[in-house]
C-alpha cells in the first residue's frame, strides 16, 4: 500500500503560482497511476489531472488546461501539480490520489482511487 502526504499550498493572489507536491511512502509508487483532484467548500471533489506510470501520459480537466502541469519523480517517489495563472475559482482544497490498476487511460472520478492524502489548501485572492 502507499501513503501520500501534500504539500506546498497557500495563499496567493490571482495571476501568481503554486507547485503542490505530494509525497508517498511505500515501494510501489511507480506501480500507480497519480491524481489530483479539488474541493471547493459545498461542491464534489473533482478532477484536475492525471499521470501515467511513466509519467508521459497526462490528462487534464478543461478548466485548468494550459495553465496546470502535473509531473512526477519516481526515484523521489513524488508528484507535483504546477500551477500558473491562478484564478480565485481555483480556490479549493487539493488532493492528490493513486490509482492501483493495470489499465491505461483516463481516470477522472474519486471513486476510481484507491488512496488519498489529506489535503492542502490552496487561496486565491482576487
Known amino acids: 500500500q502507499v501513503q501520500l502526504v501534500e504539500s506546498g499550498g497557500g495563499l496567493v493572489q490571482a495571476g501568481g503560482s503554486l507547485r503542490l507536491s505530494c509525497a508517498a511512502s511505500?515501494?510501489?509508487?511507480?506501480?500507480?497511476?497519480m491524481g489530483w483532484f479539488r474541493q471547493a467548500p459545498g461542491k464534489e471533489r473533482e478532477f484536475v489531472a492525471q499521470?501515467?506510470?511513466?509519467?508521459?501520459?497526462?490528462y487534464y480537466a478543461d478548466s485548468v488546461k494550459g495553465r496546470f502541469t502535473i509531473s512526477r519523480d519516481n526515484a523521489k517517489n513524488v508528484v507535483y501539480l504546477q500551477m500558473n495563472s491562478l484564478k480565485p475559482e481555483d480556490t479549493a482544497v487539493y488532493y492528490c490520489g493513486a490509482v492501483l490498476t493495470g489499465r491505461n487511460g483516463r481516470f477522472d472520478r474519486a471513486a476510481e482511487y484507491n488512496v488519498w492524502g489529506q489535503g492542502t489548501q490552496v487561496t486565491v485572492s482576487s
Open positions: 499521470i501515467g506510470w511513466n509519467g508521459i501520459s497526462t
Open positions: 511505500g515501494r510501489r509508487f511507480s506501480s500507480f497511476i
